[in-house]
């Protein structure tokens, strides 16, 4: 019987604490969709919602042989995507994997990017976000671009 109690009590303790897991995990989600939402339908306002104050855009880019940082300002992003445009900027992202740790998330993510639906690059994302009075927000987005060796 005593087995058995234990055995219930070790149940509901992992069992809450996975479901809180999965409530965070979801919600750093919606953060990360709602910035490629917002890309893809040219609402800059939902984009715009994903990010904190100060939030950092960088890429990894290789010219010449070399691997080159290059920063966006967020502003700028922004700006970009809620200018018309005829084309629909769609990254299309898997979720490779996300950690947290109170209020910091790491994820990384793997994605194609298509303007409307023909093909343009792929690569990862690796993401850092803030839990504060807003919820989750990207506080610095880094990735890598390639045209091969995409996964399908």
């Not at 093909?119 to 989750?136: M, R």
Request: net charge positive.
């Amino acid at each position: 019987m005593k087995r058995i109690v234990v055995l219930a009590l070790i149940c509901v303790v992992f069992g809450n604490k996975l479901r809180a897991q999965s409530t965070e995990e979801d919600a750093v989600k919606i953060a990360v969709n709602n910035l490629f939402n917002g890309m893809k339908n040219g609402d800059s306002t939902l984009s715009r919602s994903a990010f904190a104050n100060g939030g950092i855009l960088q890429t990894i880019v290789n010219k010449d042989g070399k691997n080159i940082v290059q920063g966006e300002p967020v502003l700028d992003f922004l700006k970009f995507i809620g200018s018309p445009h005829p084309q629909k900027y769609d990254e299309r992202i898997v979720f490779t994997k996300i950690l947290i740790d109170g209020p910091l998330a790491s994820v990384w993510t793997d994605y194609k990017f298509y303007i409307d639906e023909k093909f343009s690059h792929c690569g990862v994302n690796s993401f850092q976000l803030v839990k504060g009075e807003k919820g989750w927000q990207i506080v610095y987005i880094i990735d890598t671009r390639r045209k091969d060796n995409c996964k399908s």
